[in-house]
């Protein structure tokens, strides 16, 4: 038992981050993966955020991206949109996020970014979600 633990805290500790685990439920299949670079749109009002996108869902899913930054003293943050058509294979798609207007800018560096993705088919709904940290560039 003790070396199952130990490899087990080995695996955590040293491979890489894995992308979210799917959703998959009723025939409904839902993942988002953030990916990187993260780019920086008009001096920081907006980051553009790519993503792959797999889904089957009946029409199309909406995504919903959060991107939250430390600038300085304070926090950049804002949030994007977007409807995707379900083809059933990957599909890079960019999200657009625009800085909050009563914060701050992004800027080049780091940043925490959060990407969810919904839909249904005609029985069931569902969501996936993907959280990473993520660098930020002109």
Known sequence: VAVAVLTGLT?????????AVAFFSG???LEVEIEEPATLVARG?????PLEITCNATGTVSVFVTVTQRVGGGIASGTGFA???????????IV???ASPSGRAFRQ???VIEAEVFGCRPTVC???T????VTLER
Request: with cysteine; aromatic share 4%.
């Open 109 to 111: 560096g780091t940043a």
């Open 45 to 49: 009002a907006a980051v553009d955020v």
């Open 126 to 128: 569902g969501s996936e």
């Open 11 to 19: 695996l955590a500790l040293f491979s890489t981050s894995a992308p």
């Open 130 to 133: 993907d959280t990473e940290t």
């Open 27 to 29: 025939g409904l299949f």
């Open 83 to 93: 409807e995707v058509a379900c083809s059933g294979a990957g599909q890079r798609v």
């Open 96 to 98: 657009r996020v625009n």
